[in-house]
């Protein structure tokens, strides 16, 4: 043990989404059983360009018992059913990462087998128009839907774009409301145990002195706890993930609001578009060796949908993660723990999935090293299988008409993502491993639609004839049209369920 005193008072020390959330879930979930303090100062900026999510923020806002549409209306969400990446295996091709379920389930057998022996049949049908979301996007349509109607096949899974800085508004109205103390002020000085090294005290500048058994650090890329006191360390990706930079700008809305983020591919970097009910979020992610400041401004303004609504904003970051998430009595949560592009929208499910984690192994009797070391295991884990699935887009590019694609085509990659490559290039198949984010469906899009072709099938594919085959690739198609058609336009039901 660390120590054998009992964790009863927990410190989150900064704001925004990370804090917010932090503080949310451990007061709805642990009561009275720890006191919750935030500490957060208005004269500090958040980074805050976090508006899209996926679809596990539907369990973290159900096991906080948010009113779904109080949540919609004072954020100003939009409904998001995927990512369409345009321009990133080639210029003027497009293909998106939709959520949820495509075609239908077979034991022993992905469903994109099935589509893939139709490919070689030349039988004309895009592995997208099974996808009950894809179509209801395209079409800009949304209405909840568990289960499409007459048939055992799953309806639609969304998650949300919103206003980071709303959102973690309206969950400091909900901690607040359980009993979480916000204190305002800066962080002057953090005291240390001469013994053990854990942190005691966090002294403010007016000479606040804020003690605690367990400290949770949400101050971002600054990091003040677990890097600047207790130098845990980093793990630097960059040579894998180039970017380190950000431009930022909202611009002002425009009709219809689509349901889905677009992530846009430019000569030396992207672009990624975002819509809220009042305003659209947009930046562009670059790398510094390929891009000036200047270039990626004049990018990114001259590719808005609407009018700027604020000057541009640069955010400079390094990929990677902390060596340790959970370091001596400090839990890194959001941005202080690591950094990923935003490019799958995995930062607030970050944030959601470590806080998550954090209640999983809340210390009773003190801090047991075992979970603690468990507890990071399985944080490197998930970050290095989201950091997998966002080389992936790079690697598989065809583009060559600048450098900075010609490096990312060409670059060495982790032995991890090349074997997913392999096997599904080989024989079609992609495993979900442990409880890894991203699906076998997610991992097939992005394959398929930056033109990794399988070579081969599964045999049980060959049970049907090519009559029967299509026969049922047809069904589907219809299905998935029909159903779409039918579901409201996504601008309907947002004026009739979360007009603000």
């Given at each position: 043990?660390?120590?054998?005193?009992?964790?009863?008072?927990?410190?989150?020390?900064?704001?925004?989404?990370?804090?917010?959330?932090?503080?949310?879930?451990?007061?709805?979930?642990?009561?009275?059983?720890?006191?919750?303090?935030?500490?957060?100062?208005?004269?500090?900026?958040?980074?805050?360009?976090?508006?899209?999510?996926?679809?596990?923020?539907?369990?973290?806002?159900?096991?906080?018992?948010?009113?779904?549409?109080?949540?919609?209306?004072?954020?100003?969400?939009?409904?998001?059913?995927?990512?369409?990446?345009?321009?990133?295996?080639?210029?003027?091709?497009?293909?998106?990462?939709?959520?949820?379920?495509?075609?239908?389930?077979?034991?022993?057998?992905?469903?994109?087998?099935?589509?893939?022996?139709?490919?070689?049949?030349?039988?004309?049908?895009?592995?997208?128009?099974?996808?009950?979301?894809?179509?209801?996007?395209?079409?800009?349509?949304?209405?909840?839907?568990?289960?499409?109607?007459?048939v055992n096949l799953p309806g639609l899974s969304y998650a949300y774009h919103f206003d980071a800085g709303l959102y973690a508004g309206f969950l400091r109205k909900y901690s607040e409301s359980l009993g979480v103390k916000r204190i305002e002020g800066k962080i002057q000085q953090v005291l240390l145990d001469d013994i053990s090294g854990d942190i005691t005290t966090l002294v403010l500048e007016n000479g606040t002195k804020i003690a605690g058994d367990l400290f949770i650090d949400?101050?971002?890329?600054?990091?003040?706890?677990?890097?600047?006191?207790?130098?845990?360390?980093?793990?630097?990706?960059?040579?894998?993930?180039?970017?380190?930079?950000?431009?930022?700008?909202?611009?002002?809305?425009?009709?219809?609001?689509?349901?889905?983020?677009?992530?846009?591919?430019?000569?030396?970097?992207?672009?990624?578009?975002?819509?809220?009910?009042?305003?659209?979020?947009?930046?562009?992610?670059?790398?510094?060796?390929?891009?000036?400041?200047?270039?990626?401004?004049?990018?990114?303004?001259?590719?808005?949908?609407?009018?700027?609504?604020?000057?541009?904003?640069?955010?400079?970051?390094?990929?990677?993660?902390?060596?340790?998430?959970?370091?001596?009595?400090?839990?890194?949560?959001?941005?202080?723990?690591?950094?990923?592009?935003?490019?799958?929208?995995?930062?607030?499910?970050?944030?959601?999935?470590?806080?998550?984690?954090?209640?999983?192994?809340?210390?009773?009797?003190?801090?047991?090293?075992?979970?603690?070391?468990?507890?990071?295991?399985?944080?490197?884990?998930?970050?290095?299988?989201?950091?997998?699935?966002?080389?992936?887009?790079?690697?598989?590019?065809?583009?060559?008409?600048?450098?900075?694609?010609?490096?990312?085509?060409?670059?060495?990659?982790?032995?991890?993502?090349?074997?997913?490559?392999?096997?599904?290039?080989?024989?079609?198949?992609?495993?979900?491993?442990?409880?890894?984010?991203?699906?076998?469906?997610?991992?097939?899009?992005?394959?398929?639609?930056?033109?990794?072709?399988?070579?081969?099938?599964?045999?049980?594919?060959?049970?049907?004839?090519?009559?029967?085959?299509?026969?049922?690739?047809?069904?589907?198609?219809?299905?998935?049209?029909?159903?779409?058609?039918?579901?409201?336009?996504?601008?309907?039901?947002?004026?009739?369920?979360?007009?603000?």
């Amino acid at each position: 043990m660390t120590s054998s005193k009992a964790v009863k008072q927990v410190v989150v020390v900064g704001g925004g989404t990370a804090g917010w959330s932090s503080a949310a879930l451990l007061i709805k979930l642990m009561g009275k059983a720890v006191q919750v303090t935030l500490v957060e100062s208005e004269d500090i900026g958040i980074v805050g360009v976090g508006e899209a999510t996926i679809p596990p923020i539907m369990n973290f806002n159900a096991a906080l018992g948010l009113d779904e549409k109080a949540f919609l209306q004072q954020t100003k969400a939009t409904i998001k059913l995927g990512i369409q990446f345009e321009n990133w295996r080639q210029k003027g091709d497009s293909y998106m990462h939709a959520f949820g379920a495509i075609g239908k389930d077979f034991p022993f057998c992905d469903f994109n087998h099935f589509w893939q022996r139709s490919q070689q049949l030349n039988m004309g049908f895009d592995f997208w128009d099974f996808s009950l979301a894809y179509q209801a996007a395209i079409k800009n349509k949304f209405g909840k839907l568990e289960r499409i109607e007459g048939v055992n096949l799953p309806g639609l899974s969304y998650a949300y774009h919103f206003d980071a800085g709303l959102y973690a508004g309206f969950l400091r109205k909900y901690s607040e409301s359980l009993g979480v103390k916000r204190i305002e002020g800066k962080i002057q000085q953090v005291l240390l145990d001469d013994i053990s090294g854990d942190i005691t005290t966090l002294v403010l500048e007016n000479g606040t002195k804020i003690a605690g058994d367990l400290f949770i650090d949400c101050t971002g890329l600054h990091a003040l706890l677990i890097d600047k006191t207790l130098n845990t360390g980093f793990e630097d990706w960059s040579h894998w993930l180039p970017a380190d930079s950000a431009m930022a700008v909202p611009c002002e809305s425009v009709q219809p609001i689509i349901p889905y983020t677009r992530a846009i591919a430019h000569n030396n970097g992207w672009q990624w578009r975002i819509p809220l009910q009042h305003r659209i979020g947009n930046g562009f992610v670059y790398s510094s060796k390929y891009c000036t400041d200047e270039e990626a401004q004049q990018i990114l303004l001259a590719n808005l949908d609407g009018e700027p609504l604020a000057q541009p904003r640069k955010i400079s970051f390094r990929t990677g993660r902390r060596l340790k998430q959970w370091h001596r009595n400090v839990v890194a949560v959001g941005l202080s723990s690591g950094f990923l592009e935003p490019l799958e929208s995995t930062s607030i499910h970050l944030i959601q999935s470590a806080v998550l984690r954090l209640l999983k192994f809340f210390p009773n009797n003190g801090i047991c090293p075992a979970d603690r070391d468990e507890f990071n295991r399985q944080s490197k884990v998930e970050f290095e299988q989201i950091r997998d699935f966002i080389i992936l887009h790079y690697k598989l590019t065809e583009r060559t008409d600048s450098q900075f694609w010609r490096d990312c085509k060409h670059m060495a990659i982790p032995d991890s993502l090349q074997r997913k490559i392999d096997l599904f290039r080989n024989t079609g198949r992609v495993f979900r491993e442990q409880d890894e984010l991203f699906t076998e469906i997610a991992w097939q899009q992005v394959m398929l639609g930056q033109g990794l072709v399988p070579q081969d099938h599964h045999p049980l594919v060959n049970a049907l004839s090519a009559e029967q085959l299509r026969e049922l690739l047809d069904n589907l198609k219809a299905i998935m049209a029909v159903t779409s058609d039918k579901l409201p336009l996504h601008d309907e039901f947002l004026r009739r369920i979360c007009a603000a």
